[in-house]
């Protein structure tokens, strides 16, 4: 099936679904149309595959879409912790000097753990998203996390 045709055929079902899924119009609406543009840069991929598995590719991407997009969205109520344990509290909006010693705090982190703490608590990116920004492995953007959260604690 060609990729005009199936958006045409599963756009609106796409939408409804994706609405329902993530409980917003917009979010929706954006998932979709990231699926289809996804489309057109593997075309020749999903137009090989079979009708069903390019509408269930589609579906995924879409839904993928939309939970990033919901990801970068989310307002953190907390700096998560490794493991459960406690993280640091991110102030309430109505206590302006928690959030002045927060974020002198952060800026006092050194660059290679302050880059990180920035990028996922301000940015909304992930560890992969984080590392591929930085040129470094996920892995090594956990650590530098658990580090800033452990140096942050101290502070605090």
Known sequence: MEIEKAFREYRDSM????????????????GVSHAFTQAMTNKLMLEAM????????LYAAARNAVV?????EAHFSRFPGENGDRGL?????DDPLGKAITELLIEKLPES??????????GGMNA???????????????TRLRAALRQLRERY
């Open 50 to 57: 079979p009708e069903p598995a390019m509408k269930a590719w």
């Open 89 to 93: 509290a991110d102030p309430r909006p």
């Open 128 to 142: 992969t998203e984080i590392g591929e920004a930085m040129k470094v492995p996920a892995a090594t953007v956990r």
């Open 68 to 72: 990033d997009i919901k990801r970068r």
């Open 113 to 122: 753990l302050r880059v990180p703490v920035e990028l996922k608590y301000y």
């Open 15 to 30: 939408i409804r679904a994706m609405t329902l899924f993530s409980g917003d119009d917009e979010a929706a609406l954006d």
